[in-house]
């Protein structure tokens, strides 16, 4: 597998963790040991998994233009320091379908 696979795997599963634990918090829902708190902590946790992920992605690809580069950067860091969930989620989710094709093909071999 690809590490491209690798992101949307981690992704896919931060996001369900997320949620689970989000679903969890509002309910005041406990099962075991695992509460809203744990598995919130547990889906920012593995965010930073596919963060890095996409981080190494974003550096090893030569066909991405390095002002591109530097936007993807930028808009990853921002959601995650500032800890604005939302931006986190959407420059991930652009880069779910998006990355692919910017990452690995360029406007030239299209054509």
Known sequence: MNLFTYYRIAFVLSFII??????FKVTHME????NGNHLITAGLLSSVF????????????KKMPAGEKLIWVICFALGF???VGFISFATALVFFFVGPKR?????????
């Open 18 to 23: 997320l949620m689970a634990g989000s679903v």
């Open 31 to 34: 099962v075991g040991f695992l």
């Open 50 to 61: 596919y963060i890095a992920l996409a981080y190494f992605m974003i550096f090893k690809s």
């Open 81 to 83: 320091i500032v800890n």
């Open 103 to 111: 990452l690995f093909f360029s406007n030239k071999e299209n054509i």
